[in-house]
């Protein structure tokens, strides 16, 4: 009997028949395949999901923190790692890191939060979120039994030189205000039309534990022109905005405000237009949760005054409207995806045949294992536009969208589904060809 080496197995497969061959190569490959998932599954290390509700620097997270594992999928993960963020009223955001055990971990879970101004860069802001996902991610390597391969070391100055009794922070020069000015412009150029949107807006805004204000200035000039077969045309938008409030912070739940807005804008025939609000907020949840769940009913009473450009369709040309409207809204980020949306309904005062209906919904949720599903859906029932020129519009103001129409409803909605498969890590970053394709 003929003895078949490996060797003759792999250069002469014909010795032993092709199908034998097949079988063999296919038992070769189970054989690594359990191999390498028998080593993955005693590695030193842990599987960690990394879940965010918006943009967290993941590329750059996974080239940092080396001594974990990033996975592609919830469901094999021993870490959830969700990153919760949320705007301050200075510009900048206040993140929050959830960490849940899973599997060896199962009970384990922490909170960690950190705060960047508006003035930060991306670099430094990520520089915060990958030590603050460390030190969160410490407590499980400890856990795992490899805590040890890791060091600890502190910047503070107290740490490095002798400890000092420490003291209080300098007293802010702002008292927490904190200003912004921006402007942009835009143009496109072409030999049948030319078209020039220009924005600018200064906004002042102070946020504390017991109040928030803001002020704000926005300006927008829009200029469309055109040249085709002889016919020529020029369209012209202009816009200014003015507005403020202050809310005031009654206990963790209720809160109490106050609104004013300013308009002027040749889309909605307004040559002036002032809304006046007070407005009492309910938050189901305490407000130091909204990161993570907020569920809020407000109830906003006030006038709002119109002068027209051109007379409306109800024959006006000036008019002082009293009104109300109820809002509930909700946002939650959990482990399982966010979710947010709410509902409106508003109406006024002397004459409630003129109200407006409609809401939102906005979710992204994993549904199992590498599938998920995310939308957004807005709709709106308006019977309120008591602004619509009687005049009516040219086609020409239609197809360029020069002014507001009325409409007994408007619904705009995606969904989108998805489903992953394949290696379950995540840590690899390779940016080649990234942005010069």
């Not at 092709?18 to 070769?28: N, P, Q, R, T």
């Not at 200035?217 to 003015?242: H, I, M, P």
């Not at 040309?317 to 309904?345: C, D, E, K, M, R």
């Not at 599903?373 to 008591?386: E, L, M, T, V």
Request: net charge negative; proline share 2%; glycine share 8%.
């Amino acid at each position: 009997m003929q003895l078949v080496t490996y060797d003759a197995l792999f250069f002469e497969p014909t010795k032993i028949g092709m199908k034998k061959f097949l079988v063999y190569l296919l038992f070769l490959g189970c054989f690594q395949l359990a191999t390498a998932q028998s080593t993955d599954s005693t590695s030193n290390t842990i599987k960690v999901f990394l879940n965010c509700s918006n943009y967290c620097y993941q590329d750059y997270l996974r080239t940092q923190i080396t001594w974990v594992n990033f996975v592609q999928d919830q469901f094999v993960a021993e870490v959830d790692l969700l990153v919760a963020s949320i705007n301050t009223g200075s510009g900048g955001t206040a993140f929050t890191l959830y960490f849940k055990g899973r599997k060896q971990f199962n009970g384990m879970t922490d909170t960690l939060h950190f705060v960047t101004n508006a003035i930060n860069t991306d670099a430094e802001v990520r520089e915060l979120m990958s030590q603050k996902m460390k030190l969160g991610l410490v407590r499980f390597a400890a856990q795992a039994g490899f805590g040890d391969q890791l060091l600890i070391t502190s910047t503070n100055v107290q740490d490095i030189d002798d400890i000092g009794s420490g003291g209080n922070p300098e007293e802010d020069p702002f008292n927490a205000w904190v200003f912004r000015v921006s402007g942009n412009a835009n143009m496109d150029v072409q030999k049948v039309s030319q078209s020039g949107d220009f924005f600018g807006s200064i906004t002042a805004t102070q946020v504390k534990e017991e109040f928030k204000l803001r002020l704000s200035l926005n300006a927008n000039y829009s200029e469309q022109r055109y040249n085709y077969n002889g016919e020529k045309g020029t369209f012209t938008l202009r816009s200014q905005n003015v507005s403020g409030f202050y809310v005031h912070s009654l206990n963790p739940r209720w809160s109490l405000g106050a609104f004013t807005n300013i308009q002027v804008s040749d889309f909605s025939n307004y040559d002036y237009w002032q809304r006046v609000n007070v407005a009492l907020e309910y938050n189901f949840f305490p407000y130091k949760q909204a990161q993570s769940k907020l569920l809020t009913l407000g109830y906003f009473v006030g006038a709002t005054y119109y002068d027209f450009q051109d007379t409306t369709i109800y024959n006006q040309l000036v008019q002082l409207v009293p009104s109300h409207s109820i809002n509930l809204g909700s946002s939650f980020t959990q482990t399982w995806g966010s979710l947010s949306g709410g509902v409106y309904a508003s109406a006024f005062i002397d004459d409630f045949e003129k109200r407006a209906l409609g809401g939102w919904l906005n979710f992204d949720v994993r549904i199992f294992k590498g599938f998920s599903i995310n939308s957004y859906i807005n709709f709106g029932i308006p019977r309120d536009q008591i602004n619509i020129r009687k005049s009516g519009a040219t086609s020409d103001e239609v197809l360029l969208q020069q002014q507001e129409l009325q409409s007994n409803f408007n619904f705009n909605s995606y969904i989108g589904l998805g489903y992953r498969f394949g290696s379950i890590y995540n840590n690899v970053v390779n940016p080649r060809f990234d942005y010069s394709n």
